[in-house]
């Protein structure tokens, strides 16, 4: 392994990876199944208007675009390269790449330092030669990068939808599973700012990524997914920059010890102790979770809403039962499902005398009345407005077609009404009712979640990070 | 709260709720939006054969049956009576089933013990009423049952679906949470057997739940959703007689303090300490999970294989990053992930040397042979083969069209070949290609699941319960 001492740092900017002017595709271009064809078609697909350069001494042209034989045939200049060959070839193209000048070089290639000795060997020699001719890396053994507000996108597999998901959050990983291909980023609606597979790190790693993000104003939270952490004193110098800008949720995989003998066998890389790796975190600043679930929806709280001034919840919910486990996924996470005010329980029994507690059990009061959604929109709106509440976790239901539009204006009015953070879970019946009221209300910046235990941790992240910002 | 010594017990048989050779429905008959209407509506729908007798003065004829001014009306014996009126009309209206000979009850209609001091005496008067007439009660407070097998179902709002689930397992809880309106009981494919509300337990609860299904011989695995004990020793004994026969999977809701009071506001249950239930859970050898994910997911993995003979895992995965998460969870759920026999490591190292270890990565090898569904079942064929295996969890790319035959075949295939627990984890991009196939497996007896974790969680309760068994 090469220590990141040992690599390149041309300063803290990514900026060539997510934002080229340029991109040199190389690869195989052969139509549909070519991995290099499928890098380009998809950054068509998706809007990308830089200049591509598909590089393939076998072609002429590929999807309209003239083929190079070599990124030293493209005669303009390039700003980052997509390398998708086989791993020997790569010495020789990032020395190519190095000689046309490209700043930045993703190795999507496989079979470097996963696979062993003579992969490690490989691998550090293609990060001696980029650091000799001033080239960062991406990768190898990566899927690449994700950046959803340019289209760029350098995954080099079919991806079924239409367009991406855009929103305010950087997802990191460390392994191609949080790619276009494994996740059902669109049909979930993350809020996809950027994405990077950093893959076998020979260069950009964690850091790297933290120090470009802390300052990337597009960029309002980060969820990281780390195996290893290469540098623990440069990982929390880097983390504590950006937690004091904004919120960093950490998957940290290979927690066990068998965890972490997996995680070596595919990325090459070497699990750290985990209790240490957690002490690291605490002091960064970083707040852990410990399922994909979370990983990609806790993140969804934040940057759109202002951050919640005290760790008290209201919960309104349409059913009793669902109350009851909220209320527990609330205190277990460290919230306080809080006693309303006075005033507070006054305006609620207007509706009905049971209204008047916390959780809010609307059930009964829904199937009576003639107007559910103003009920619901006046009680999460009267549960909003408490003294004594400082965010609101909002059930309600959209498991069915025909509702969504209400729903979505009405927590829409009530974004605007209130100005306190919220998370609303959707539930019903029809699961894809449900996730495209997910996706709309997250088109509006209204976090919304299909598990109530999710919302509810999302809002104890909020409230944890609000109360860690003050104390720093 | 009258307990249930107080309660009229005619054995442990609740044959007339879940298996009714005739019914009334007592309620409104509007069309479209009466729930008696919709309750009857629903039950034709769902292929009830059953006699229904629709109840309602104002109408002669609903939905081509008809209607009778009262029970009395009724010639013909009536097994069960489905009440759906306002509270205060519900002491007369048990007070005529008595007089007709109806056996059973489910009591939907609210406003009884859930609402306080005048709510309390209600129930208390109408459970008097039905143990003087030898009735027994579901409810009051609830959507009531469904019985999957015969399309017996009480709910009595629309529900979006063609056809229910079917399986072999029971879902019991202290809430419509779990009702067919509220949750997407046909898109996720759950193995629904039986679901029974019990609502504010004025006679049937939890005990004469565990009592009838441990002698249901459909049901191979029962999931509880509490919120309190009524009676803990009878709970424990009616737990340890059903868990000698099949599995009981428990979330106990109200586990904090802030989420019992919850519970006694939508109930008028009080939760009892969590300390003391988690004790009662354990001597009754019932297995705890805290999520609603892992309540509905988990017990699919029981009934249609055999149980695992330990507790160690095999880990087949496509993508390195998730074969980490797996590890993780496994380990953390008290599974071994084991180390492969020699044998088994010479078998899969002929596919490729990489893919001679637990758990089994196969991604770098898929995106390079021509025939990646035979590597992949026999990679798990060998995996399950393996003598220091007793149980696998395999992920499988699922996530776009098109792909669904000859995965719901491999594992068909694998089923057949294999005679030890799997469990199958469907990731892609694609949300409606995932559920789908889930369903499909599902109909095969093939447990699948949306998330790693879960998956492995499953396997996990399985080898819990397997080595439970050996030690009653």
Known sequence: MISPDNCIR??????????????????????????????????????????????????????????YQSVEAVAEPIDQAIVITPPKT????????????????????????????????????VTEIARSKGIRIVGPNTIGLINSANGFITAPYFIAYDRLPK????????????????????????????????????????????????????TSAVALHLEDI??????????????????????????????????????????????????????????????????WDV????????????????????????????????????LVVTNFTDSTLKKLSAFAPRLATNPVDLGPVLSTTDNPFMVQEESVAIAMEDDNVDCVAAATYGGIEGIMEPIVQMFTRLKQRCNKPMAVWIYGMKLSAIEETVRELQKQNIPAYIEFETAVKALSVAAHYAQMRKEM
Chains 1, 2 share one sequence.
């Open 10 to 67: 041309n300063g803290d900017d990514l900026h060539y990876f997510f934002e080229p002017s340029s991109v040199a595709v190389i690869g195989s271009l052969r139509m549909d199944s070519g991995l290099a064809f499928r890098a380009i078609s998809n950054m068509l697909h998706f809007g990308y208007k830089g200049k591509i350069y598909p590089v393939n001494p076998g072609y002429e042209e590929v999807l309209g675009l003239s083929a």
């Open 90 to 125: 790569v010495p020789g193209i990032i020395d190519q790449c190095g000689n046309k000048g490209v700043k930045a070089v993703v190795i999507v290639s496989e079979n470097f330092a996963e696979i062993g000795a003579d992969g490690i060997v490989l691998q550090q020699h």
């Open 167 to 218: 929103g305010n959050v950087s997802y990191c990983s460390q392994t191609g599973f949080v790619g276009p291909t494994a996740q059902p980023l669109f049909d979930r609606g993350y809020p996809i700012n950027k994405t990077c597979d950093v893959g076998n790190k020979c260069d950009v790693n964690e850091v790297d990524l933290l120090n470009y993000l802390a300052n990337d104003s597009t």
């Open 230 to 295: 290469k540098d623990g004193r440069a990982f929390i110098s880097a983390a504590r920059k950006l937690v004091a800008k904004k919120p960093l949720i950490v998957m940290k995989a290979g927690r066990t010890l068998a965890g972490g003998r997996a995680s070596a066998s595919h990325t090459g890389s070497l699990a750290g102790n985990d209790i240490i790796c957690d002490a690291a975190f605490r002091q960064a600043g970083a707040i852990r979770v410990n399922t994909w679930q979370e990983f």
């Open 299 to 334: 993140p969804r709280v934040f940057g759109t809403q202002q951050l919640p001034k005290g760790n008290r919840v209201g919960i309104v919910t349409h059913t009793g039962g669902a109350g009851v486990v909220a209320t527990d996924a609330a205190v277990e996470a460290g």
